[in-house]
């Protein structure tokens, strides 16, 4: 076995708590390819919550490694990342008590969708952001995280 393998075996083991997994993942994560890097980080974004280590997550996301397409771990999504240009237009569907949140879509839609579950009170904002601000994770939502706001909203504080 690699020791590539070992250390994702250690990150994503079954007794570990999914809430401990970004944790893990900062321990070991100079020891791996840039690729997996992505890969493993995006794994991880999609099964744990993220509203309790917002400064980890914001220092790992903000990588200048190289391949950070990666998060998004399907391969149609990367190349629809790659091929996007230096600014995005995205859309978050909210409520009046999660307005300041990171996850963002590339779907109007989705974001009229969410912002519907929350009754005369949702709405859609519509952002212009620079690409090199954003991870796209991609997926059925299309989802763009904006970098930016996990430093910025007090309810991601940690």
Avoid at 76 to 87: F, L, S, T, V
Wanted: charged letters at 25%; a positive charge.
């Amino acid at each position: 076995m690699t020791i590539e393998r070992e250390l994702l075996r250690h990150v994503l083991r079954v007794r570990h708590p999914r809430s401990k997994q970004v944790e893990s993942f900062a321990e070991i994560a100079d020891q791996l390819s840039d690729q997996m890097y992505w890969r493993l980080l995006g794994h991880i974004w999609e099964r744990t919550a993220r509203y309790f280590y917002a400064r980890l997550w914001h220092s790992l996301l903000t990588s200048t490694r190289p391949c950070r397409s990666h998060f998004a771990r399907v391969p149609a999504d990367r190349r629809r990342w790659e091929q996007m240009p230096e600014q995005i237009i995205v859309y978050r569907g909210s409520g009046p008590e999660n307005r300041h949140g990171v996850s963002f879509t590339l779907d109007w839609s989705a974001a009229e969708k969410y912002a519907a579950l929350h009754g005369t009170q949702g709405r859609v904002e519509a952002l212009l952001l620079r690409k090199a601000g954003c991870v796209y994770y991609g997926r059925r939502y299309q989802e763009v995280i904006y970098l930016p706001r996990l430093t910025l909203s007090t309810h991601w504080s940690a």
